[in-house]
């Protein structure tokens, strides 16, 4: 089936670790997105990228760092430097900017 | 002020009954306007597309985009149980950043 998968589901991060999201997706879609959901704010734009090796800040993308070495791959850092990264991770394609963005399941990040 | 404003509701109505949900924006600049239903612990899904003014009906979801008034709503006929999720409002202006509304939980009771 073609989609989006999102793994792991649940994760658990210590104080001073840096943790990694990872995001796949089949669609043969150019464009990647991170969101983060939180309670009542709806989603919030990480990281976003158009095309392979290029990569754009989103509205908060302090405390995260992304890479994107291939099409079907764009992984999420979290790092020490986010002091409030508990919340619910979504990541998106596209075929192109402007057209509809179709979502993973989603990675529900906790602090120990 | 947000760029888009989204009643969270929360809603909750009896099964069969006839939803409308609605988003208000500021910024004339947004072209493309979508509706995605969101069910506990999942992502988002999409529901609705849109890019001019106007209804777009599919089965018994319409969408209804008024760009003068910067005014968008998406009807759900014949609520079902089923339909209980929360619904996101969402629009794009320019590099294919969506800016969503920050949702309206609908609980549709037998």
């Known amino acids: 089936d073609g989609g989006i998968t999102q793994s792991p589901k649940y994760l658990f991060r210590k104080e001073g670790q840096n943790v990694t999201l990872s995001c796949e997706q089949n669609?043969?879609?150019?464009?990647m997105y991170w969101y983060r959901q939180d309670p009542g704010q709806g989603l919030r734009l990480i990281y976003y990228?158009?095309?392979?090796?290029?990569?754009q800040k989103g509205d908060i993308a302090e405390g995260y760092s992304v890479s994107r070495e291939k099409k079907e791959s764009f992984p999420l850092t979290v790092t020490s430097a986010q002091k409030n990264p508990t919340a619910f991770y979504l990541c998106?394609?596209?075929?192109?900017?402007?057209?509809?963005?179709?979502f993973g399941d989603g990675t529900r990040l906790s602090i120990l | 002020q947000k760029e888009v404003e989204q009643d969270p509701g929360p809603l909750s109505v009896p099964e069969g009954a006839i939803v409308s949900l609605n988003c208000t924006y500021s910024?004339?600049?947004?072209?493309?306007f979508m509706w995605y239903r969101q069910y506990s612990r999942k992502g988002p899904e999409l529901l609705m597309y849109?890019?001019?003014?106007g209804n777009k009906e599919d089965g018994r979801f319409t969408a209804q985009v008024d760009k003068s008034s910067k005014y968008i709503s998406l009807f759900i006929r014949d609520s079902q149980p089923s339909d209980s999720a929360t619904y996101l409002c969402?629009?794009?202006?320019?590099?294919?950043?969506?800016?969503f509304g920050q949702g309206t939980i609908l609980t549709v009771h037998p």
């Open positions: 998106a394609s596209s075929i192109s900017e402007n057209q509809p963005q179709h």
């Open positions: 669609l043969n879609h150019d464009a």
């Open positions: 990228s158009q095309i392979v090796n290029d990569f």
């Open positions: 910024n004339s600049a947004f072209q493309y």
């Open positions: 849109t890019y001019s003014s």
């Open positions: 969402a629009m794009i202006y320019s590099y294919g950043k969506l800016t």
